[in-house]
Nanobody, 127 residues
Framework: VQLVESGGGLVQAGGSLRLSCAGS????????IGWFRQAPGKEREGVSC????????WVAASVKGRFTISMDNTKNTVYLQMNNLKPDDTAVYYC?????????????????????WGQGTQVSVSS
């Protein structure tokens, strides 16, 4: 299982970026895919997740209305569209994959649910 993020960069506040998470070695239909981020000096936090298997999507309250997660199964890729970016969104963004099944969908918003991680992509938002 391999996950590779791309699409990070430097943007001004109010700008947009689209992150991509390309997977190989597994079928996206069988996995939940999550996006997490870690800002300097802070703990890693969940941003969004999607699972076609469980018909689940979730977006953190801090980014709701600005970030959208989507999946293209034909390309084994998950996207995170980020609009109206703020300086507080500055962080390394990680893509993660989970083959585990949780009855409570809240578990998919937590790091422990994910066994596979990408290397991360830096997102920097200037004010």
């Amino acid at each position: 299982v391999q996950l590779v993020e791309s699409g990070g960069g430097l943007v001004q506040a109010g700008g947009s970026l689209r992150l991509s998470c390309a997977g190989s070695g597994f079928t996206f239909d069988d996995y939940a895919i999550g996006w997490f981020r870690q800002a300097p000096g802070k703990e890693r936090e969940g941003v969004s997740c999607i699972s076609r298997r469980d018909s689940t999507t979730w977006v953190a309250a801090s980014v709701k209305g600005r970030f959208t997660i989507s999946m293209d199964n034909t390309k084994n890729t998950v996207y995170l569209q980020m609009n109206n970016l703020k300086p507080d969104d500055t962080a390394v963004y990680y893509c993660s994959g989970s083959a585990a099944y949780y009855v409570n969908s809240v578990d998919y918003t937590r790091e422990y649910a994910y066994a596979y991680w990408g290397q991360g992509t830096q997102v920097s938002v200037s004010s």
